[in-house]
């Protein structure tokens, strides 16, 4: 099962790296509210004919110039989620970080960012279960 997983990780990683996109709003990030915020703007779930909802959380990093650093990496997806419902949020989540990027960070945030870890959440679910988790 694990390896399954770690197939649709990498199918939506790939998938990060060969859509092109424009970053989404030219509003210049200054605080880690901002960083979450302009996130929010990209994000785009899949419609409910693709998947159910769930909640899934990446952590990613970001350079100085606002571009993502190394590989994100989905730490968090809701534990009744099949296989196909994950790899359609992953999609998005990756489709969501490129429209986003670069970051437009001003100056004085992207050093205060850069190279750290944001765990972002994205959440379509009306309510989430308190106690049954799933980590990737």
Known sequence: MARRGNRLLLAATVL???VS???A???QVNTIQDIFRHLRTCW????ASKARPLDITVVVSFNRSGNILGHP???YESAEASDNDRLQYRIAVMEALQRCTP???TDAMAGAAAGRPFAIQFRT???SPPT???RA
């Open 73 to 75: 990496r989905i730490s």
């Open 125 to 127: 679910r009306k309510t």
């Open 103 to 105: 970051m437009p960070f």
């Open 44 to 47: 785009k779930p899949p419609p």
């Open 21 to 23: 996109g424009a970053a």
């Open 132 to 134: 049954q988790e799933r």
């Open 25 to 27: 709003e030219d509003t």
């Open 16 to 18: 990060l790296l060969g």
